[in-house]
């Protein structure tokens, strides 16, 4: 194996490590953004507890695909006025 070879894996390998770690704070950054519009939708309680349920690592992980097959959300909007 070539020195640019090895410099390469190890540098892929640190990258790697360092994404990693930083995951859960992407996923954390994307809640806060997102909880301005849960909130206007949902009202207060349920859009923050929707989204504090997607923030959580694995819940939210389980819970979007499960509202995508039953096709709907399982925090509902409130109805809009009109």
């Known amino acids: 194996m ?14 790697t490590r360092r994404l990693s770690r930083s995951l859960p704070w992407i996923g954390g950054a994307i809640a806060l953004f997102t909880l301005g519009a849960a909130i206007r939708q949902k009202g207060l309680i349920g859009g923050t507890l929707d989204t504090a349920l997607n923030a959580v690592p694995f819940v939210g992980g389980v819970k979007i ?3 995508a097959v039953r096709g709907r ?7 809009v006025a009109g």
């Open 2 to 15: 070539s020195m640019t070879h090895a410099a390469a894996r190890y540098g892929q390998r640190r990258l």
């Open 65 to 67: 695909p499960a509202q």
């Open 73 to 79: 959300d399982f925090i509902r909007a409130r109805p």
